[in-house]
């Protein structure tokens, strides 16, 4: 299939030009002026004048078909990639989860099994690592083999997903001499852990005692150790749902100072605030995600670190529970309500509405945000996360003068309501290529289940 896109406004991260595009092959092979000549080669032709041409967006942050809490999150493969697509994203990182007791191999099967037949645009995986030891740790260095270039740790969820410093000091090791990213949950899971028990014993059992219980200090000073453990290991390390001012003045010091050290932040947590979480009738449990929305100073502290390059890269953090009958899990103790929230469709649309209307970030950094850094950071780039010639022809055609207005009716993600309901966001998704294939077009998804291909991704390098 060879397609001609004439007329469009080319927009990178570094770019911005008004050129035609071919792709042949699932491949942009010719960018240049006036490609007339090409128009007899081409199966199709679409002309984009008006348009805006960006690179698909990459989530390096999703949770599809999760379990958690003794539930599993309402997106499977096949709704949460076609949320995805319409949403302009055409390639996710998702997070297997290596499981007490078992091997990072059998985490990758099940992993592969739930995006296999689903998947409607390519997907990478990282490994969550529930377990430090001499197997997990010689299995790290046989999924970077695999194309699985990066893992996460948790300092938080004790009992379940936490790791002592030692332990996450030794993946680091492991990870610095395997060419491998560590991503890091950070917030002191132990200090929370006494908080939300001091909270219930007092009879505190509303959604909003999730945000009290967990404080921007158990999140600084978790990143603060995560930061100094890497440091000492000589190893890159990536924080992966910023969301307190505190946790990124830790992550800005570090980077003035030389350490590599990358940090991704989501839009909740620049376009949310704690507000939320006094919604009536248990409203606040939409909020439930861990770490916590703050207070709204926090967001202009995050528009900051985006702007300055202490923050690299937006992702989701997709982990979509409905309300009806999983957030419901608790109702007479937060503790119990599932943590996350969905937002795999927003992002991009979000993100530019950001850019444009709230003149929060230029095109290009809106770009490089959204798709250019995480691609880079996680071993895609240049096959993802830019419009170049030899790049997959992975592409957001995006109506500038249109508005999107978000909610559980216009979103595809199969949960039972939306974090941004009634959000009017300048722009709007036109068309979406995935590998030259249009899958998105006419508000229709075009492609099929399964189309997705699984993405071995390459080692670390600095970006
Ligand atoms: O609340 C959240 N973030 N749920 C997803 C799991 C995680 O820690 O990323
Ligand atoms: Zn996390
Ligand atoms: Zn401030
Ligand atoms: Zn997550």
Not at 206 to 221: F, L, M, V
Not at 334 to 350: D, Y
Request: aromatic letters at 10%; proline letters at 5%.
């Amino acid at each position: 299939m060879k397609t001609l896109i004439r007329n469009g406004h080319i927009v990178t991260a570094t770019d911005d030009y008004h050129a035609d595009l071919f792709i042949d092959r699932g491949i942009i092979v010719y960018i240049g002026q006036d490609l007339q000549f090409l128009v007899p080669a081409a199966d199709e032709v679409i002309d984009a004048s008006g348009l805006l041409l960006l690179p698909g967006g990459v989530d390096v942050h999703t949770h599809l078909d999760m379990p958690f809490g003794g539930t599993t999150s309402s997106d499977d493969f096949f709704t949460g990639t076609r949320a995805a697509a319409f949403g302009g994203t055409t390639t996710i990182i998702d997070f297997a989860i290596q499981q007490r007791g078992h091997s990072v191999e059998e985490a990758l099967d099940t992993w592969w099994a739930k995006a296999e037949g689903k998947a409607n645009i390519d997907y990478g995986f990282h490994m969550i690592l529930s377990e430090v030891n001499g197997e997990t740790l010689a299995g790290m260095g046989r999924l970077v083999d695999q194309g699985i270039t990066s893992f996460k740790l948790f300092t938080a969820y004790p009992g379940v997903f936490m790791s002592s410093d030692g332990e996450i000091f030794q993946a680091l090791q492991k990870a610095g001499e395997i060419g491998a990213l560590v991503a890091m949950h950070a917030e002191n899971g132990s200090v929370i852990d006494v908080l939300v028990q001091q909270a219930l014993a007092h009879g505190h059992t509303e959604p909003k005692y999730h945000a009290i219980t967990r404080p921007p200090e158990a999140e600084a000073e978790a990143t603060h150790r995560v930061i100094a453990l890497a440091k000492m290991a000589h190893s890159p390390v990536y924080i992966v749902h910023l969301s307190a001012k505190e946790a990124l003045d830790e992550v800005t010091v570090a980077r003035d100072k030389g350490q590599a050290v990358f940090a991704e932040t989501c839009p909740q947590y620049l376009f949310l605030d704690d507000s939320r979480y006094e919604e009536p009738d248990f409203g606040g449990a939409k909020y439930v995600m861990s770490p916590p929305l703050r207070s709204p100073d926090h967001a202009t502290h995050l528009w900051r670190g985006l702007a300055g390059d202490d923050l690299q890269v937006v992702a989701t953090d997709h982990c979509p529970f409905c309300m009806q009958d999983q957030k419901i899990l608790g109702i007479n103790n937060f503790a119990k309500i599932p943590n996350g929230a969905p937002g795999i469709e927003t992002r991009v649309s979000l993100l530019y509405d950001a850019a444009i209307r709230l003149n929060r970030l230029s095109l290009n950094r809106f770009v490089e945000i959204m798709a250019t850094m995480p691609a880079k950071l996680f071993g895609m780039f240049p096959q993802k996360g830019t419009i170049a010639v030899g790049s997959d022809a992975d592409l957001v055609l995006f109506d500038p003068q249109a508005t999107t207005t978000w909610g559980v009716n216009t979103a595809h993600m199969q949960v039972d309501y939306n974090p941004f309901e009634g959000y009017n966001a300048q722009g709007k998704v036109h068309m979406v290529f995935s590998r030259g294939e249009k899958i998105i077009a006419n508000g229709q998804y075009l492609g099929r289940a399964g189309r997705g291909k699984f993405l071995k991704r390459k080692t670390f390098a600095a970006p």
